[in-house]
Nanobody, 125 residues
Framework: VQLQESGPGLVKPSQTLSLSCTVS??????????WAWIRQPPGKGLEWMGV???????YYSPSLKSRTSIARDTSNNQVTLTLRSVTPEDTAVYYC??????????????????WGQGTQVTVSS
């Protein structure tokens, strides 16, 4: 299984950021995995944003819950992240990751079975 993040590299403040994570090598519909989004701002540590389960249940970081939505599209084998009302503080490398276990808040790569290469997002006018 491979994960590949994609989306706009530059977003203006107050806009909505939409990212996709394309899953290859297997059908999401057959994988009982938890699909997470994690980000790393420049010079800072990894921040867990949220996760969606194989059944569609979602869990979000309390600090981001009001602005974040995670969805899955099994027909296109994708997991999507929507982050509303972005600010420069949302500038980061965004990663998607997959785990067979649900561990809320996990940021260690060892926790996940699969981890994408990440995509840089810059919020700037």
């Amino acid at each position: 299984v491979q994960l590949q993040e994609s989306g706009p590299g530059l977003v203006k403040p107050s806009q909505t950021l939409s990212l996709s994570c394309t899953v290859s090598g297997a059908s999401m519909a057959t994988l009982f995995y938890y699909w997470a989004w994690i980000r790393q701002p420049p010079g800072k540590g990894l921040e867990w944003m949220g996760v969606i389960s194989y059944s569609g249940s979602t869990y979000y970081s309390p600090s981001l819950k009001s602005r974040t939505s995670i969805a899955r599209d099994t027909s296109n084998n994708q997991v999507t992240l929507t982050l509303r009302s972005v600010t420069p503080e949302d500038t980061a490398v965004y990663y998607c990751a997959a785990s067979s276990r649900l561990i809320l808040g996990a940021t260690s790569r060892d926790t996940y079975d699969y981890w994408g290469q990440g995509t840089q997002v810059t919020v700037s006018s």
